[in-house]
């Protein structure tokens, strides 16, 4: 989750005194500026011009109040990026929007096993947002979404959703103590860490939205949060239909620590409750505890993310005893051209070792985000231990290149293969080695314009002959993807 806001109690404070000096310096300016009187105006203009705000990748921390200031450069359309209410810089409406459009092309879904066939079609998601500040300390904010596949054989809750809300809350921001407190309720989207298993779910073309209640409060290097959610269930049947999920609840405590000697800690407790759930070893009434722990940082050019969740509760009278560790680390030759980071990814999950025995060791990956392996989405997050080296490039501050190669193991042959949204690979399940296969991945980012980034993934998986002998084969996808923000 983002880090914490500014304390809401000086912004206003701030601003009209950012504001009054723009003014001032705006004033002092020559009416006419001769070649000689050039340099002073420039230095005047730059003394007073505010930054304006970057798209977010969640839209709704974005300030757009930096635009009551009238020396700031104007683009245009900025009459619809602040809307004043008053003469309160802090009230104010903002209008935005996101498209996003990528065309993938997969040849062989689940390594051809099942009914998935070989497809090229296009995801296009758009979203419209508006963004209500009332003074200091209240937002409303308001986002629809529309997203819709092309050509896509196979259709899931996860690729269509046609015309609804897709966040909608209040949320308050006040001082409290030397502190900070934040409160939102209503649908909206949460992510933690790197969303390995808390996420927005912005791979595929629906982002997971939950209907929530939460609550934070940040004072000093420490942040305390609290939640009650429901997720949605999205639904394609007509415009505004979706619902929150009654069968599914996710709620629990999250303690955040900043500077725990060079890096960040956090840790939570999860309560994820569902009703019907269906394993491979059983099904019922899932009721199941979720312990994490996280720690992140980077020193002398050396970054790393160390994450690691125990599950435990009950599937219907089958007590649950499952784990996953996920961790990824990197070093910057900040010096050498191109930057290059060379990196190494390893991450693990317990699958179910012995079928009929009364546990379930099937690991829940919650709702992760679709693309922290790959964006082909062949594997997911259970049964599972994957290695990936990889280097990343940077020719120019707006080029990243990411070259990769994924080595897969499942944790045990007692249970499946499983591809993403914890499906499983038909077939699978008790036979064959530990070896999946490997895979190669090359990424590109370019930044094109102001607010526009394109991106072009390929992946090669090679397939182990425990899927070749079942009739599987070795699976290509390329995504082409083109996003804006406004």
């Known amino acids: 989750m983002p880090p914490a806001d500014r304390a809401a109690r000086h912004r206003h404070a701030r601003r009209l005194a950012r504001a009054a000096l723009c003014l001032a310096a705006c004033a002092a300016l020559p009416e006419r500026a001769g070649a000689q009187e050039a340099p002073a105006a420039s230095t005047a203009a730059a003394a007073c011009a505010e930054k304006r705000p970057a798209v977010m990748f969640n839209r709704w921390q974005e300030d757009w109040s930096v635009l009551a200031s009238p020396c700031v450069p104007r683009q245009p359309f900025d009459a619809l990026k602040y809307i004043p209410f008053s003469g309160d810089p802090d009230t104010y409406l903002s209008l935005g929007a996101n498209l996003r459009e990528r065309v993938e092309v997969n040849n062989s879904p689940v ?16 979203e419209i947002h508006a963004d209500a500040r009332l003074g200091k300390y209240v937002q409303v904010f308001v986002q629809l979404e529309d997203a819709r596949p092309f050509g896509k054989d196979t259709v899931s809750p996860a690729d269509k959703n046609v015309a609804d809300v897709e966040q909608a809350f209040i949320a308050v921001v006040h001082p409290l103590g030397e502190g900070v407190f934040k409160a939102r309720v209503g649908r909206q989207q949460m992510a933690f860490d790197l969303q390995r298993f ?45 619902v929150s999920n009654r069968d599914l609840t996710f709620s629990g405590v ?48 050396i970054d790393w993310d160390v994450e690691g969740m125990v599950q435990t509760g009950h599937v219907g009278n089958r007590t649950i005893n499952a784990w996953a560790l996920g961790s990824l680390g990197g070093y910057t030759f900040a010096t050498v051209p191109w930057k290059p980071r060379a990196g190494l990814q390893v991450d693990a999950a317990s699958g179910d070792r012995h079928p009929g025995d009364g546990h379930i060791g099937t690991f829940n990956p919650l709702f992760p985000n679709g693309y922290y392996f790959t964006l082909a989405g062949y594997t997911g997050y259970s049964n599972l231990i994957h290695v990936k080296p990889s280097i990343t490039v940077k020719p120019t501050s707006k080029l990243s290149v990411l070259a990769a190669a994924g080595f897969q193991w499942r944790a045990t042959t007692g249970d499946a293969v ?36 394109g991106a072009v993934e390929a992946v090669h998986f090679q397939v182990g002959d425990s899927i070749r002998e079942l009739g599987g084969r070795n699976a290509d996808y390329v995504g082409v993807e083109l996003k804006y923000g406004w």
């Not at 999946?436 to 990424?443: A, D, F, K, P, S």
């Open 418 to 453: 499983y591809a993403q949204g914890n499906a499983i690979v038909p077939g699978t399940a008790g036979r064959g080695s530990r070896w999946t296969g490997m895979y190669l991945q090359l990424r590109t980012e370019v930044t094109l314009a102001a607010n526009l980034v």
């Open 111 to 126: 390594f051809g096993l099942g009914a998935a066939r070989a497809n090229t079609y296009l995801l296009q998601r758009a």
């Open 254 to 301: 999250r303690v955040e620590r900043q500077n725990v000697g060079p890096g960040d800690l956090s840790a939570y407790y999860s309560r994820y409750n569902r009703r019907n759930a269906r394993f491979l070893d059983g099904g019922g009434d899932e009721h199941r505890n979720v312990f994490d722990a996280r720690y992140s940082g980077n020193a002398n050019h």
């Open 198 to 242: 808390v996420s927005v779910r912005d791979g595929p073309n629906v982002r997971q939205a939950f209907d929530a209640l939460w609550a934070d409060w940040e004072i000093h290097r420490w942040r305390l949060i609290a939640y009650a959610t429901q997720p949605v269930q999205y639904r394609d049947n007509q415009s505004f239909d979706d």
